[in-house]
């Protein structure tokens, strides 16, 4: 028992040592880390809805709004609230690409990196991620 209470231990140091380290900053850096995790994975949810909705419209593809319509992506895609990021969708006039971006709602609050996914040359989404200042990347 005593080998599980020193794995424990040891467990806990590192995020230990972080707070230490970060002090007042911890609870600030961790929150941002969060929502910068989630925009990346809110990002992946629109690159799958554009793969599933352009499978079922021959290969257009649409804005947020028709996604949600669709029940491919969640409401919670317009508002900033649970994510602390604003997403936007363009689509060509054509609907034959597009491409979205997660901007902080917060620049340095609610998040540091802005967020970009494309398609590649490949038909592949691809992300790309920069410290923007709080400004969208451009596509």
Same mark, same amino acid.
């Given at each position: 028992?005593?080998?599980?209470?020193?794995?424990?231990?040891?467990? !806990?140091?590192? #995020?230990?040592?972080? $707070?230490?380290?970060?002090?007042?900053?911890?609870?600030?850096? @961790?929150?941002?880390? !969060?929502?910068?995790?989630?925009?990346?994975?809110?990002? *992946?949810?629109?690159?799958?809805?554009?793969?599933?909705?352009?499978?079922?419209?021959?290969?257009?593809?649409?804005?947020?709004?028709?996604?949600?319509?669709?029940? @491919?992506? /969640?409401?919670?895609? @317009?508002?900033?609230?649970? !994510?602390?990021? $604003?997403?936007?969708?363009?689509?060509?006039? *054509?609907?034959?690409?597009?491409?979205?971006?997660? !901007? /902080?709602?917060?620049?340095?609050?609610?998040?540091?990196?802005?967020?970009?996914?494309? @398609? %590649? *040359?490949? %038909?592949? #989404?691809?992300?790309?991620?920069? *410290?923007? %200042?709080?400004? /969208?990347?451009?596509?």
């Amino acid at each position: 028992m005593s080998k599980l209470a020193g794995r424990s231990s040891a467990l !806990t140091s590192l #995020p230990e040592q972080r $707070v230490k380290k970060e002090g007042k900053n911890f609870l600030r850096n @961790l929150r941002i880390e !969060t929502h910068q995790d989630e925009a990346r994975q809110m990002l *992946d949810r629109i690159a799958k809805a554009q793969m599933a909705y352009a499978a079922q419209n021959g290969g257009r593809f649409a804005g947020m709004h028709r996604l949600i319509e669709d029940g @491919l992506l /969640p409401n919670d895609a @317009l508002s900033a609230e649970s !994510t602390g990021y $604003v997403y936007a969708v363009t689509v060509s006039e *054509d609907a034959a690409k597009y491409h979205a971006t997660a !901007t /902080p709602a917060e620049y340095r609050k609610s998040g540091i990196m802005s967020y970009l996914v494309r @398609l %590649g *040359d490949s %038909g592949a #989404p691809l992300l790309t991620s920069k *410290d923007n %200042g709080g400004k /969208p990347l451009e596509n």
